[in-house]
């Protein structure tokens, strides 16, 4: 999805005092590595603390970016229905003839994601389970799901938080429960309460 499609999250933080700059990038014209090299000058740019929240492969491009911290201001991650572990669904389209266009060049990050996560940063993961999508007409693609992106694919070792939401993949960026989680993780490195987590 392009930039303007978080612009209901990008409100929802706004109102909770965030100062808000989205970041769109070409996945399919110069794919996901190329994205995280520049949103990583940009985090440099930045004076402050820098959080960051991804969509889908805008979660893989996140944690590229602040892989390694140096230089980088402080901050958390927030990925949202992000196949961290790689995508079933893009593995399937890389394979399925003249639709692995639909990847672009970031087919290599989406089918095979992350080993875990090793990074200095606090990574908190939403995933929905609402199964509306593509992932409906794909085979391989295990419940839960949120129509894309299965579940076990937006877990990973090393990340501080996990949470899943009735949302499908494409909803995880408009619903005000996800936008909630956001900023409760930003704000304390976790999605439930301190008294909850006591």
Same mark, same amino acid.
């Given at each position: 999805?392009?930039?303007?499609?978080?612009?209901?999250?990008?409100?929802?933080?706004? !109102?909770? *005092?965030?100062? #808000?700059?989205?970041?769109?990038?070409? =996945?399919?014209?110069? %794919?996901?590595?190329?994205?995280?090299?520049?949103?990583?000058?940009?985090?440099?740019? =930045?004076?402050?603390?820098?959080?960051?929240? %991804?969509? =889908?492969?805008?979660?893989?491009?996140?944690?590229?970016? @602040?892989?390694?911290?140096?230089?980088?201001?402080? *901050?958390? @991650?927030?990925?949202?229905?992000?196949?961290?572990?790689?995508?079933?669904?893009?593995?399937?389209?890389? !394979?399925?003839? +003249?639709?692995?266009?639909?990847?672009?060049?970031?087919?290599?990050?989406?089918?095979?994601?992350?080993?875990?996560?090793? %990074?200095?940063?606090?990574? *908190? @993961?939403?995933?929905?389970?609402?199964?509306? +999508?593509?992932?409906?007409?794909?085979?391989?693609?295990?419940?839960?799901?949120?129509?894309?992106?299965? /579940?076990?694919?937006?877990?990973?070792? +090393?990340?501080?938080?996990?949470? /899943? #939401?009735?949302?499908?993949?494409?909803?995880?960026?408009? =619903?005000?429960? /996800?936008?909630?989680?956001?900023?409760?993780?930003?704000?304390? +490195?976790?999605?439930?309460?301190?008294?909850?987590?006591?």
């Amino acid at each position: 999805m392009r930039g303007f499609a978080l612009s209901a999250l990008a409100r929802r933080l706004a !109102h909770a *005092g965030y100062a #808000v700059e989205r970041f769109d990038y070409e =996945s399919l014209a110069h %794919g996901a590595e190329a994205a995280a090299r520049t949103l990583r000058q940009r985090i440099r740019a =930045s004076s402050g603390t820098v959080h960051v929240i %991804g969509h =889908s492969l805008g979660g893989l491009v996140a944690l590229e970016a @602040v892989r390694d911290a140096s230089g980088l201001p402080p *901050g958390r @991650v927030v990925c949202l229905g992000s196949p961290l572990r790689g995508s079933e669904a893009a593995r399937q389209l890389a !394979h399925w003839g +003249g639709l692995n266009v639909l990847l672009g060049r970031s087919t290599g990050l989406l089918c095979r994601g992350l080993d875990a996560w090793n %990074g200095a940063r606090q990574v *908190g @993961v939403i995933a929905g389970r609402v199964p509306v +999508g593509l992932g409906m007409i794909l085979q391989g693609l295990r419940e839960p799901h949120d129509g894309t992106v299965a /579940v076990r694919e937006t877990e990973l070792a +090393g990340i501080d938080a996990h949470a /899943v #939401v009735p949302a499908t993949h494409t909803g995880l960026a408009f =619903s005000d429960e /996800v936008a909630q989680l956001a900023i409760r993780f930003l704000r304390a +490195g976790a999605f439930a309460p301190a008294s909850a987590a006591a």
